[in-house]
Nanobody, 119 residues
């Protein structure tokens, strides 16, 4: 599975961005996808996830109500709509896809896209 993110950039506080993650390869095996982010000097953290089967979503408390994760299975693409952006949302955002092989979880990662929110 290969993942390519796009849509990052520079935006003022209060603005919006939409990130995209296009998946290719053995996409039929993907059980779920998600967005993570990593700010300078901090650990990578979960932003939002969505299951492949029925689209169950989950968000971190820091983005709940502001960000929306979605997917278009026909296009093998996942999205993250980010509204009411804050300077603390500044980070590199990574797309993640995973599949289960027996009891083993396999993760695939994109290269990341920079999101910078100015105050």
């Amino acid at each position: 599975v290969q993942l390519v993110e796009s849509g990052g950039g520079l935006v003022q506080a209060g603005g919006s961005l939409r990130l995209s993650c296009a998946a290719s390869g053995s996409t039929f095996s993907i059980n779920g996808m998600g967005w993570y982010r990593q700010a300078p000097g901090k650990q990578r953290e979960l932003v939002a996830v969505i299951s492949s089967a029925i689209g169950i979503t989950n968000y971190s408390d820091s983005v709940k109500g502001r960000f929306t994760i979605s997917r278009d299975n026909a296009k093998n693409t996942m999205y993250l709509q980010m509204n009411s952006l804050k300077p603390e949302d500044t980070a590199v955002y990574y797309c993640d896809a995973w599949e289960w092989g027996g009891r083993t979880k396999y993760d695939y990662w994109g290269q990341g896209t920079q999101v910078t929110v100015s105050s």
